[in-house]
C-alpha cells in the first residue's frame, strides 16, 4: 500500500517576514530533490476572500495560477522552486473557510445545529487541508499558516492543525516553527528569549512545534542550539539555523547543510540514507554568481516603493539573467515621475525598457513617455498587460496621430478607444474575481517575434485583466507597424502585438512572469534579457546582429 500523504505545517512566531513562504518552498525543494512529490499550501487568516481585492501596497503583488486563482505572491515562490503549478486549493484565506461555512448554513446542511468556529470553522480548515492530501498526487503536503502564533487571527488556524495532528496517525504531521533570534549588539549576544515566549504560546494552544527553524544574523552555534532546545522541548538536531542570505535560492542548501530534509524525514518514519539531487539547482546558482556580461533594466511603474508589488517579474529576471549568464541590474523607475523632459536623464543609459502591469488612471502619461522613447531610440521593449495597452494608446497617439486616443479605463469618453472593456465584462459590476483569469492558449503568428522567442506557435498563459485591444483598430496599426503576433482564435483577442520597425519592441496582454521558475525561465524574459545583451554591446562599440 502506498503511504498515506505526509502533512507539514508551518507556522510563525516572535515576529512576521520571517521567511516562511521561503523556507516552505527550500524543504519543498529538499524532498522534491529526494525524488517524492510535493504541494505546498498558504492559509491566509485575514478575511478578503482572496488577495484580488487588495491594493499591492498592502500585500504585494496578486499571484494568478492555471486555474484562475487570485492569489498570495508566496505561491509563487512555491512555483519558482519546485517549477510544478499551484492551484485554487493552494491558498486559502479566513474569508473563504466562512464563507464557505456560512454557504453551508444558509443551505441548511448544518441540520438545526448552531454553527460554531469549534468545531465547523475548524472542520472546515481540515477539510481544506486535506482535500489536496486525498487528490493522492502528493507524498507531502506543505501547509504554510500566514500570520504568526498568538495572533488572534490565528487561532482557528492553529486550533485545527491540533485536532488534526490528533486525527492523522502518528508520524504523519509535524509542526515547523520559524522564530527570531535577535541580536542584541550592546550586549553582544544572540537572545533566545523570544523564542522561549513564542513557543509557550504556541503550547498553551496545545501545539507542541517538532521543529524549531530560527531565523538569525549570526552563528547559533550547538550551546545555543542545545539551550533552546532544552526551553523549547525538542532535541538539539531539530533546532535548525537559518542565517540571513543573499538570495532567496540559496535557502534550499542553507537548509540542506543544517539538515532540515533529513530531521523531517526522520521524524516522519521516513528513509533518510540518500541525499537529495541538487544538481540542476546548484548550476543555476553557479550560473546566477558567475555573469559574463550585464545589462540594466528599467522597469516602469506605479507601486515601486514596495518591490514586492512586481515580485514575480523580478524574479523572471534573475531566472532569465542565470541562464543567459547575464547580470541584470533593475532600475525601477517611479510612473509618475516621468515627464516628457526628464524622460532622457531617468532612462538614461538603460538597455531595456519594461512598463509593469497596473490599474487605473494613476501614472499613465509616465508610462506612456517611456514607452515613445523606447520606441523612438530603438532600446528593447517590453510590455505586461497594461504596459501593452499602453504601448497600443503610445503607437494611436504618436505614429498614428490620433492625440486623445486612450483606454477606457482611464478615458471613457475617448473618440478613439483603442484599448476598451470585454465583451462579457460589460455586465459585471462585483470586483473580486470576475477579470479574465488563468491560462488559456494563444497562436502565435509564423516568423514574428514572438514566435522566434517561444519557438513555437500554441502557447498558453495566464490572464488578469478586464479591458483588451479594440480590434476595429487593428488594420490601422498593422499598416503603421504595430502588428498583432499572438491571437486567441476562440474569443479574437489580441494577445500580442510586436512592433516591426524596431529590433526588439514587444507588447503581451497576459502575465508571462507567473510562469517563469528556476528550471524554467520565461522564452520572453530570456529573449528580452539577449536583446537588452546586444543593445548593451551596440552600445559599447560591438557589432551584433540581433538573432
Ligand atoms: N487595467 C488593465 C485591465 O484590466 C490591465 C490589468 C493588468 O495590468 N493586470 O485590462
Known amino acids: 500500500m502506498q503511504t498515506p500523504t505526509k502533512y507539514i505545517f508551518v507556522t510563525g512566531g516572535v515576529a512576521s517576514s520571517l521567511g516562511k513562504g521561503i523556507i516552505s518552498a527550500s524543504l519543498a525543494k529538499l524532498l522534491q ?22 491594493n ?28 510544478v503549478p499551484t492551484s485554487q486549493a493552494n491558498n486559502v484565506t479566513t474569508g473563504r473557510i466562512y464563507k464557505s461555512v456560512i454557504e453551508k448554513e444558509r443551505r441548511g446542511d448544518f441540520l438545526g445545529k448552531t454553527v460554531q468556529i469549534i468545531p465547523h470553522i475548524t472542520d472546515e480548515i481540515q477539510r481544506r487541508i486535506t ?10 503536503v506543505i501547509t504554510e499558516i500566514g500570520g504568526t502564533v498568538g495572533d488572534i487571527e490565528s487561532l482557528p488556524f492553529i486550533e485545527a492543525i491540533r485536532q488534526l495532528k490528533l486525527i492523522l496517525e502518528p ?25 522561549q515566549h513564542s513557543v509557550r504560546m504556541f503550547l498553551e494552544q496545545g501545539v507542541q512545534p517538532d521543529i524549531l527553524v530560527c531565523r538569525t544574523e549570526h552563528e547559533l552555534g550547538p550551546d545555543l542550539k542545545r539551550k533552546i532546545g532544552l526551553f523549547c522541548n525538542v532535541s538539539s538536531e531539530s533546532v535548525i539555523e537559518s542565517r540571513d542570505a543573499s538570495s532567496i535560492y540559496d535557502v534550499p542548501l542553507l537548509m540542506e547543510k543544517e539538515e532540515l530534509d533529513r530531521v523531517v524525514l526522520k521524524k516522519l518514519g521516513m528513509p533518510t540514507l540518500e541525499k537529495a539531487d541538487l544538481s540542476n539547482w546548484k548550476e543555476f546558482l553557479f550560473k546566477l554568481r558567475n555573469p559574463t556580461s550585464e545589462v540594466e533594466i528599467g522597469i516602469v511603474g506605479k507601486y515601486i516603493e514596495l518591490k514586492d508589488a512586481y ?44 512598463v509593469a502591469p497596473g490599474f487605473g488612471e494613476r501614472g499613465i502619461e509616465g508610462k506612456i513617455s517611456a514607452i515613445k522613447f523606447a520606441r523612438e531610440r530603438n532600446i528593447p521593449f517590453f510590455g505586461i498587460c497594461l504596459g501593452m495597452q499602453c504601448a497600443v494608446i503610445e503607437f494611436a497617439r504618436n505614429v498614428l496621430g490620433w492625440q486623445d486616443a486612450h483606454s477606457t479605463e482611464m478615458d471613457p469618453k475617448t473618440t478613439h478607444p483603442v484599448i476598451h472593456l470585454q465583451e462579457n465584462q460589460k455586465k459585471v459590476t462585483n470586483k473580486g474575481g470576475t477579470m479574465r483569469l488563468g491560462a488559456y492558449s494563444c497562436k ?29 483598430y487593428l488594420s490601422d496599426f498593422g499598416n503603421a507597424g504595430l502588428v498583432e503576433s499572438g491571437v486567441n482564435e476562440e474569443k479574437a483577442l489580441i494577445e500580442v502585438v510586436e512592433n516591426v520597425n524596431h529590433p526588439w519592441f514587444i507588447g503581451v496582454q497576459f ?17 528580452f534579457v539577449k536583446a537588452a545583451t546586444v543593445n548593451a554591446a551596440q552600445n559599447n562599440g560591438k557589432d551584433y546582429a540581433i538573432a
Open 33 to 54: 530533490a529526494r525524488g517524492y512529490s510535493v504541494t505546498i499550501q498558504k492559509l491566509d487568516p485575514y478575511l478578503n476572500i482572496d488577495p484580488g481585492t487588495l
Open 56 to 83: 499591492p501596497y498592502e500585500h504585494g503583488e496578486c499571484y494568478v495560477t492555471e486555474d484562475g486563482a487570485e492569489a498570495d505572491l508566496d505561491l509563487g515562490h512555491y512555483e519558482r522552486f519546485l517549477n
Open 131 to 140: 482535500l489536496l492530501g486525498n487528490t493522492g498526487r502528493y507524498d507531502f
Open 171 to 195: 508520524q504523519q504531521s509535524l509542526v515547523i516553527h520559524l522564530t527570531l533570534i535577535p541580536y542584541l549588539a550592546a550586549a553582544g549576544e544572540l537572545k533566545t528569549k523570544p523564542t
Open 311 to 354: 515580485k514575480s517579474i523580478a524574479e523572471a529576471f534573475i531566472h532569465a539573467g542565470a541562464a543567459n549568464q547575464v547580470q541584470v541590474h533593475i532600475r525601477w523607475i517611479h510612473s509618475e515621475d516621468i515627464i516628457d523632459d526628464n524622460v532622457e536623464a531617468l532612462f538614461a543609459g538603460l538597455n531595456g525598457v519594461l
Open 444 to 472: 502565435l503568428k509564423k516568423n514574428s517575434l514572438a514566435y522566434n522567442v517561444y519557438g513555437r506557435e500554441e502557447i498558453s498563459e495566464r490572464h488578469r485583466h478586464r479591458y483588451e485591444f479594440n480590434n476595429l
Open 511 to 527: 502575465h508571462p512572469e507567473y510562469k517563469s521558475t528556476v528550471e524554467n525561465p520565461h522564452p520572453l524574459f530570456l529573449g
